[in-house]
């Protein structure tokens, strides 16, 4: 049976990678305009300068992405919550389905070349066709499919653990995004946080209005981003810099080799009732 196709792991995996777009437009933004107070009487762009790098020095993060776009997609994720750091090691999960769709939910742990992944059932009827998702459930149940980097299924998934290809793309976008101009909100608080919103002056209906929150004192840290435009909400958030990433793994009684996933005949699925 085969398993997911690298294609639909990609897709799964590029939230993190608009997340690094997102950040981009606006800490290449133009100059700043005057506003009337500032934390530590840094400018806007002072603060998102400051901001990106905080970002770009980060040796792991935890970052969390909620998509709330309208349209209905079971194969885009909805939420990424995952812990990783600049060697690639993560942990975490994905939940599925935008729009209301159902594409359910994956466990992700990565160590070092090692991947482990443990989709619920209705993630495998979603994303494998016909049978071969009712069999992979039932074949797995509440394990975890264990395997390296080298196989295309865990390699197009685990990609989303990759901190350093996150900052390249960071990197990247900052070089060709538009240069905005950024002004600066009101200080308030998040999940706690004293934090200055730096808002974009998007005018363009292809984009949606974007805003940084950068942490009011030094360090200035990005902790939160938002994006929201027509039928289109992100947001994302980053905390926990420096936090190394868990290394316990799960244990060989509750995995499966992926060779075993792919060695299954989809002719002994069940048949639909």
Known sequence: MAGPTPTRLHRAARAPVAAAFVCASL??????????????DKSAQELADAAKKELLDAKSLHLTMRNSADDRDARTPALIDLRLDEDGNCTGELRMGTGGAKGGSVDLVKRGDEVWIKPDA??????????????????IGDRYVHGTTDDPMLDGLSGTCDLDSFRERLKDGSDRATKDELTKGDQKKVAGTEV??????????????????????????????????????????????GKAVPKKTPSADDSIDVSDLRDTDPSQAPHAA
């Open 122 to 139: 209705t993630f495998w009827k979603t994303q494998l066709p016909g049978r071969s998702g009712e069999l992979a459930a039932d074949l």
């Open 27 to 40: 800490f290449s933004a133009g100059p700043a305009l005057a506003d009337d107070g500032d934390a530590k």
């Open 196 to 241: 200055v919103p730096l808002n974009s002056s998007n005018s363009g209906d292809s984009k949606g209005r974007i805003t940084l929150y950068v942490t009011a004192d030094e360090p200035h840290r990005l902790v939160r981003a938002t994006e929201k435009g027509s039928g289109e909400s992100l947001s994302m958030t980053l905390t926990d810099y």
